[in-house]
């Protein structure tokens, strides 16, 4: 089972940047897809951003199209999402999700598909 850990997230006023990571113990050999899955408070799980780890495919949801970039660094067995024009309604708990087969159900927020990790909370203040 692929072990995925976050971090980078926190605190940060509107028009800020983070960037979140997620580490994987195992990498490009059983996954397919790595995605950034968001859940605001009493909202719904949605795919933010997708890549594809064999021709590094990207795509993005509509509400962070031209400010979230995701990329990978194969070597470090890591997926970045950087995180920029930040806005109070990007506050949610991001999720790392990865998958061989199921990377539509992941990107839709099914977490009894592919694999999860814990989650890292990021707050946007105005």
């Known amino acids: 089972q692929v072990q995925l850990v976050e971090s980078g997230g926190g605190s940060v006023q509107a028009g800020g940047s983070l960037r979140l990571s997620c580490a994987a113990s195992e990498y490009t050999v059983r996954l397919n897809c790595v995605a950034w899955v968001r859940q605001a408070l009493g909202k719904e799980r949605e795919g933010v951003a997708i890549?594809?780890?064999?021709?590094?495919?990207?795509d993005y949801a509509d509400s962070v199209a031209g400010r979230f970039t995701i990329s990978q660094d194969k070597a470090k067995n890591t997926v970045y999402l950087q995180m920029d024009s930040l806005k109070p309604e990007d506050t949610a708990m991001y999720f790392c999700?990865?998958?061989?087969?199921?990377?539509?159900?992941?990107?839709?927020?099914?977490?009894?598909?592919?694999?999860w990790g814990q989650g890292i909370q990021v707050t946007v203040s105005s």
């Open positions: 890549i594809y780890t064999g021709g590094g495919r990207t």
């Open positions: 999700a990865a998958a061989r087969l199921a990377c539509s159900s992941i990107w839709a927020g099914r977490r009894a598909s592919g694999m």
